[in-house]
T-cell receptor, first 113, second 115 residues
Framework: AQSVTQLGSHVSVSEGALVLLRCNYS??????LFWYVQYPNQGLQLLLK??????LVKGINGFEAEFKKSETSFHLTKPSAHMSDAAEYFC???????????FGPGTRLSVLP | DAGVTQSPTHLIKTRGQQVTLRCSPK?????VSWYQQALGQGPQFIFQ???????QRGNFPDRFSGHQFPNYSSELNVNALLLGDSALYLC??????????????FGQGTRLTVV
């Protein structure tokens, strides 16, 4: 069975500071990994995805994530936080690209002025 | 391209009632998945429809059922509503190609409140 853990249900950073959101997964098969962002009262928007091509994945809005198989991690980073980054972030795993996702519990990112 | 559209956006139902939620996939997509997102939690997979059949199902009771129409749109039905069914219901669509699916796009969701 697949599962996803996200350390820290709430992360606060100052505007301009580094953003680091943690994600660890367990999967019995090579996984597809995703980061989604959810703004209040909206659906999910794909930030980036890992599909075994490159371990460092660049996404939209300046976010990137690195797949580390030895650590079963897929942490999300952004060098400089912007106020508009405040949202809920979900890490997800799938054994079949685009098929049923297993989502983590989410991390709420607050950006302080 | 309108993307994935869901209706209604909000609705309130009473315990024991039945509800139907609707989803129109993104143009060109033929696969629809449904997710339940309880408040403060990540989405949980309910089921997926392809070629008008349920292909995969998550850990949800039989009170949750669905349908896919020839135009690829889909409905989610929930019978005998419980207070615990209150959640945001998300629909995601994708295109199946060679046994794999393309990137999934999510709709804005339907907020169901059971009172």
């Amino acid at each position: 069975a697949q599962s996803v853990t996200q350390l820290g249900s709430h992360v606060s950073v100052s505007e301009g500071a580094l953003v680091l959101l943690r994600c660890n997964y367990s999967s019995s098969v090579p996984p597809y990994l995703f980061w989604y962002v959810q703004y209040p009262n909206q659906g999910l928007q794909l930030l980036l995805k890992y599909t075994s091509a490159a371990t460092l994945v660049k996404g939209i809005n300046g976010f990137e994530a690195e797949f580390k198989k030895s650590e079963t991690s897929f942490h999300l980073t952004k060098p400089s936080a912007h106020m508009s980054d405040a949202a809920e972030y979900f890490c997800a795993v799938s054994s079949n690209y685009g098929q049923n996702f297993v989502f983590g519990p989410g991390t709420r990112l607050s950006v302080l002025p | 391209d309108a993307g994935v559209t869901q209706s209604p956006t909000h609705l309130i139902k009473t315990r024991g009632q039945q509800v139907t939620l609707r989803c129109s996939p993104k143009s060109g997509h033929d696969t629809v998945s449904w997710y339940q997102q309880a408040l403060g939690q990540g989405p949980q997979f309910i089921f997926q429809y392809y070629e008008e059949e349920e292909r995969q199902r998550g850990n949800f009771p039989d009170r949750f059922s669905g349908h896919q129409f020839p135009n690829y749109s889909s409905e989610l039905n929930v019978n005998a509503l419980l207070l615990g069914d209150s959640a945001l219901y998300l629909c995601a669509s994708s295109f199946r190609q060679g046994g794999m699916n393309t990137e999934a796009f999510f709709g804005q969701g339907t907020r169901l409140t059971v009172v």
